[in-house]
């Protein structure tokens, strides 16, 4: 069960609550961050395999090239303000592709806006879509997506959901749309989430899935009233307690449909 991330294309990592002062320790070594992150699919109708090597200034991300495209991240103080992605082919010219930008309020994220498909025609993207953040308390998040049009900025609503946290981690996800509803139920280990020293990645909610302060190790979902699918992952670590190799299972909880590698 994979769900790609937004402008990481090589992750699939679920991001931690809006705030993770209760998680800090003085003790830990927050200089540990992963310099490659490779998808390994066990055939070519599963996926591409792909690299993707991260820069950062400190413990801030600076960028993730892979093969074919690239993202640049950009900062204001310690806050995310955008992530751009762009193709690269084989002469190595760039095109921006994606454009993401993030807004804040005390402290906490607002807006995010997804700007897709950049041309002559299009100089500020075809594709507009936005999503409005409400914080109703430290570990309950409510949001509404939006499907901007490009020429009128009038905003049509999409869909909504809530997503609530409990000690770093994202503990379940209800989505609803006009086509139905589902809810998503996580558990993990007690281990280190590879990005988890990332400046900046704990603002930012859901955007990469399956990454907090830890690693999800089950993954329950069902829609409307159906019975929910599980689906496993297994870890190997490094002596510091974080992830080296990462086992996602198909439902059927034997059939392997991706692992990740990590270097650091």
Known sequence: MKNLLLLFSALTLLLTSCSNDDNDSSTEDTSILPKTISYIYPSAM???NSTSTITYSGNKIVSTVEEDSKTIFTYDGNVIT???????DSKDVETKDTEVVYTYENGKLKTRIIKESF???YPNGEYIYKTVYTHSSANLVSYINYYVNVDTQAETKSSEGSLTFKDGNLVKEQ???TSGS?????EYDTKNNPLKNV???NLLLSEISEFGKNNSIKISISS??????DY?????????GYPLRHTSFAGDGKSIEYEIAYTY
């Open 46 to 48: 599963l996926g591409t």
């Open 82 to 88: 955008k992530q751009v992605k762009f193709d690269v």
């Open 119 to 121: 041309s002559t025609e």
């Open 175 to 177: 989505y609803k749309q």
């Open 182 to 186: 589902s809810t998503r139920i996580y």
């Open 199 to 201: 400046t900046g990645f």
């Open 224 to 229: 409307g009233n159906s019975a929910p699918t």
């Open 232 to 240: 496993l992952t297994t870890y190997t670590y490094n002596d510091k």
